[in-house]
């Protein structure tokens, strides 16, 4: 077999493999987008229709109508834990790169533990270990962080190790620069991308977990997902399209920027931080 055939194997293979991941996962997206802002008649399942004038004369105003608030939390609730992420994550992540004994190992992995542990899980525990930290909604941000912290310090710690951050710190003490300046011409640098790399998985995460939003929230604390849930089994599909057009515009964005920006750090996360 030539090198030119080889080549057209794998660009077909390749185009192949791409046409696959668009029938799974771009067709169905793009068919629920479509249902929120085309006719319902054209699908063929509509049981709602408003009249013609009326406040709630698409599908985006009734969902937001019911549901803004759910939103609202939803983004005060994501930003939340990206500020709690940069606050325990980051000098994580700094400690674990210049560290590379048995007790940073174990700290890895027990940031890493909660992953492999199911939502309902984590809500239980939970809700079992701080009762009363559910209806000030502290035990809703805590399932989303504990999530999210995994990523947030494996993407800023991949960044930080792959700069010899202990190196370069050594080497600017020598030579007379101070702990500030350390920090702010090396450590912050270098760090930088992964930093926004896990701000963004953090927000990404925290928006759509669902399992322990469901079961920790309350009435006044309720988030989007368990909105949106309730949008598929008691309203139309078009209102429900609508609701989940709502939270891809945010949720698409960020994964955007993600792949754009911090596309390196994010690729490595299987790496050892």
Known sequence: MTGASSEQIRSISAAALLLLLLAVVAAPLAVVVAGSVLDPRLLGLA??????????????????????RHLARSAALALCVVVLAFALGAPAAYGLSRRKDPFARAVAVLLDAPLAVPGLAVAIGLLLAYPRARASGAALAAGHLVYALP???????????????????????????????????????????????????????????????????????????????????????????????????????????????????????????
């Open 47 to 68: 049981s709602e229709s408003w009249e013609a004038g009326s406040r709630h004369a698409t599908w985006f105003s009734y969902v937001l109508s019911l549901y803004g």
């Open 151 to 273: 990523f947030f310090v494996r993407a800023a710690g991949n960044a930080l190790s792959g700069g010899n951050v202990p190196e370069l710190e050594e080497a600017a003490a020598v030579s007379g620069a101070g702990r500030w300046q350390r920090f702010r011409r090396i450590v912050l640098p270098l760090a930088r991308p992964g930093l926004l790399a896990g701000a963004l998985m953090a927000f990404t995460i925290s928006w759509g977990e669902f399992n322990v939003s469901f079961l920790l929230s309350t009435p006044t604390t309720s988030t989007f997902p368990s909105a949106l849930y309730l949008t598929y089994t008691t309203n139309s599909f078009p209102v429900a399209a609508a609701a989940t057009t709502l939270f891809l515009a945010a949720a698409v964005p960020a994964l955007a920027l993600l792949q754009r920006i911090a596309s390196p750090e994010a690729a490595r996360f299987g790496e050892a931080a």
